[in-house]
């Protein structure tokens, strides 16, 4: 049985290559219950590897040829093997957290193939203050971030009592997607396009002026969906497939505090703390250009209201290109700076349809994707510099079958042209930030983090904290 892939999966898919993996991944990080054995650790592991049924998501994998008219489909999985996606690993001594970063670096730069559902998870055990650690990497045409959190909290609850809970791909009751017998695929895939097409019409007649207002704004250097200025950094050039990532988390009643008192959301501080961050790191460097970086901000849309997306997987996705002040020294100007372009930006996507938003998203970003599809890396000028997302996640503390989350970091994907992402996630009260890079183009990319820390004691005291 299989299903049709939408165009925005479709386009991961192809724009991956050795150097470019495309899945998006999360570590989590567990303290064991009380009364937990010495066995804990592989227990844990047993039981998400023991699921009775896994969910539809998690067991078809890409698939095209003659019968399905040279179409990406779904395809499901004849010889499913879970042990090859849930894994049990353990880190060398002495098991600090530097260990176990450098793990999911290494895991994270090898990509899933498509023969296989695009997925793994991995129990690793070993770290010396007793925590317990949980990778797991799905690729971008499966789930982007937002679904992969989603999918996440589903299977965490508030009560620490709780248990028999099921792993993220354990299946749950739920309305079954649509499936179509192989023959019928090349007819289906019209009917779906014809059909989809029709109830576009009305969004798709606004796209001329929304085409006309977005490349306007971005050529007069205004912030919206596209960028033609942004400067050339180390970050901007052909990556390999090795990954290194860093990973801390800092309380959000600091980042709230700083945006009250500088008029801006948490988001912005967010991305204030990144932009003093890399500027400092280019300093240090000489790097740093004179104009400032632009940041592409994905922005998720509500699935109910378009057309691309699916809450049980897919994609959903827009984006701003926001500029990150890295010219201005002072970091409350360039707190301010930010919060002004992601203002105007949102206020240009407001006025837009989900499908106008995707669309222009889509232009923005084609600089970016297309290059590596036509084999284009180094001719085409990048349109932005780096990545910076904020995914929410659960507010209060949670627990999967009685170990208690205590902290979860994301990890994105670095791609040619930019080789520097930083992702983070809300739990908790905190906020956890995941930097991923290419570990040959970004060096020493742990010392962002302490750049970080930096940054928001900068900001405290320039917005008066």
Not at 106 to 134: K, Q, Y
Not at 185 to 192: E, K
Not at 394 to 405: D, F, I, S
Not at 426 to 431: L, N, P, R
Request: hydrophobic share 40%.
């Amino acid at each position: 049985m299989v299903t049709p892939i939408d165009p925005t999966s479709a386009a991961f898919l192809l724009a991956e290559n050795r150097s470019q993996p495309m899945h998006v991944g999360g570590l989590q990080l567990f303290e064991k219950p009380d009364g937990a054995g010495r066995d804990y650790t592989r227990l844990m592991y047993e039981a998400m590897r023991d699921e009775a049924e896994i969910s539809p998501l998690f067991i078809k994998h890409p698939y095209r040829s003659l019968s399905t008219a040279g179409q990406l489909v779904w395809r499901e999985d004849e010889q499913f093997d879970i042990e090859h996606h849930v894994r049990h690993a353990a880190l060398p001594k002495p098991g600090r957290i530097r260990e176990l970063l450098e793990l999911c670096g290494r895991m994270h730069g090898t990509r899933l193939a498509w023969e296989r559902p695009l997925w793994e998870s991995t129990v690793i055990e070993g770290l010396r203050d007793g925590r317990v650690a949980w990778y797991t990497k799905s690729h971008h045409a499966l789930v982007d971030g937002v679904s992969a959190m989603r999918l996440m909290q589903s299977v965490l609850s508030t009560d620490p009592d709780q248990r028999q809970m099921p792993a993220p791909w354990g299946a749950r009751p739920a309305r079954s997607p649509r499936t179509t017998d192989l023959a019928e695929v090349p007819q289906d895939l019209f009917r779906h396009a014809l059909s989809t097409g029709m109830g576009l019409t009305a969004e798709a007649a606004g796209l001329p002026g929304a085409l006309i207002k977005t490349l306007n704004k971005g050529i007069r250097n205004e912030t919206s969906a596209v960028s033609f200025h942004a400067p050339r950094t180390i970050f901007n050039q052909r990556i390999t497939g090795s990954r290194r990532f860093a990973a801390q988390d800092w309380p959000i009643a600091r980042l709230r505090a700083i945006g009250k008192a500088g008029g801006a959301t948490i988001n912005d501080v967010v991305l204030a703390m990144c932009s003093g961050a890399v500027r400092q790191y280019l300093l240090e460097i000489s790097a740093l250009p004179e104009t400032p970086l632009v940041a592409m901000v994905p922005i998720g849309l509500n699935a109910k209201q378009s057309h691309v997306a699916s809450a049980d997987g897919g994609n959903a996705i827009g984006a701003i290109m926001c500029r990150l002040g890295t010219d201005l020294a002072d970091p409350a100007d360039r707190l301010a700076e930010i919060s002004r372009s992601m203002s105007t930006g949102k206020d240009a996507l407001s006025s837009m349809t989900p499908l106008q938003i995707v669309a222009m998203s889509a232009l923005g970003q084609a600089p970016a994707i297309l290059p590596p599809l036509l084999r284009l890396q180094g001719i085409v000028r990048s349109p932005y510099n780096l990545i910076i997302s904020n995914v929410p996640g659960p507010r209060t503390t949670h627990y999967w079958n009685g170990a208690k989350l205590v902290g979860t970091y994301p990890l994105s994907i670095p791609i040619n042209g930019m080789a520097l992402n930083i992702t983070c996630t809300s739990y908790d009260q905190k906020m956890g930030f995941g930097l991923t890079g290419c570990r040959r183009t970004v060096p020493h990319l742990q010392r962002l983090l302490g750049h970080l820390d930096a940054e928001v004691a900068a900001l405290e005291k320039a917005v008066g904290v």
